[in-house]
């Protein structure tokens, strides 16, 4: 089945710094990718949606300065917290989704990175 | 906001009864899924159901939809410990974007 592999996992860094998370694609193309974030016993809020080669669209509320996205290649979408304060601690998720006919793979999910900032 | 809502928000049973969660969102869907996460993890699709259908069953999960309440709900039979996790119903109004409910709490106490 379709896999998104999610890096890092955790990751600690301290305030002011910036923050990478990776997303990928394994066996399929990602032509859509969606960030989510969720705070501890809460839902998952979407923060933006990026097409494949195209700028990312963003939720109401959600700063693209802060939060940048990049979705250069159907495999690959990163979402980079620029400037972290501790604020921003929490668990970051993707989901990719394919658009190609033919075939579903609905919403594939990564495994989630959980960010502290300190 | 699109996020739909779910209840109850915390659910606590005793393994071997059976758990429902409802979900009601508030645009009109092409469709509806359901997915689990436990706790701190990533989420784990279990069902789908289109708009066009109004059960779906998966071992023991029955996902009912009704598209005029704009409501579906989950029923997990035969619970066990292992389902212990938060559920939560999302919905692709657009086909563009993704909602979550505000998701269910289910502990299954063994």
């Known amino acids: 089945g379709a896999v998104v592999s999610q890096h890092p996992s955790w990751v600690i860094c301290k305030s002011g710094t910036s923050v990478k998370i990776e997303c990928r694609s394994l066996?399929?193309?990602?032509?859509?990718m969606f960030w989510y974030r969720q705070f501890p016993k809460q839902s998952l809020m979407l923060m933006a949606t990026?097409?494949?080669?195209?700028?990312?669209?963003?939720e109401q509320g959600v700063e693209k300065d802060k939060f940048l996205i990049n979705h250069a290649s159907l495999t690959l979408s990163t979402l980079t917290v620029t400037s972290a304060h501790p604020e921003d601690s929490s668990f970051y998720i993707c989901?990719?989704?394919?658009?190609?006919?033919?075939?579903?793979?609905?919403?594939?999910f990564g495994s989630g990175t959980r960010l502290t900032v300190v | 906001s699109q996020q739909g809502e779910e209840d109850p928000q915390a659910l606590s049973i005793q393994e071997g009864e059976n758990a429902t969660m409802n979900c009601s969102y508030k645009?009109?869907?092409?469709?509806l899924q359901w997915y689990r996460q436990n706790s701190g993890r990533g989420l784990v699709h279990l069902i789908l159901?289109?708009?066009?259908?109004r059960e779906k069953h998966s071992g023991r999960l029955r996902v009912t939809l009704d598209t005029s309440k704009k409501s579906s709900s989950l029923l997990i039979t035969a619970s066990r410990a292992a389902d212990t996790a938060s559920y939560f119903c999302?919905?692709?109004?657009?086909?563009?974007?993704?909602?979550f409910g505000t998701g269910t709490s289910l502990t299954v106490i063994p």
């Open positions: 989901s990719a989704r394919s658009n190609r006919k033919g075939r579903w793979y609905g919403y594939t």
């Open positions: 066996d399929f193309q990602a032509t859509t």
């Open positions: 990026s097409n494949e080669g195209s700028k990312a669209t963003y």
């Open positions: 645009t009109s869907i092409n469709n």
């Open positions: 159901i289109r708009s066009n259908e």
């Open positions: 999302a919905t692709d109004p657009t086909g563009n974007q993704f909602y």
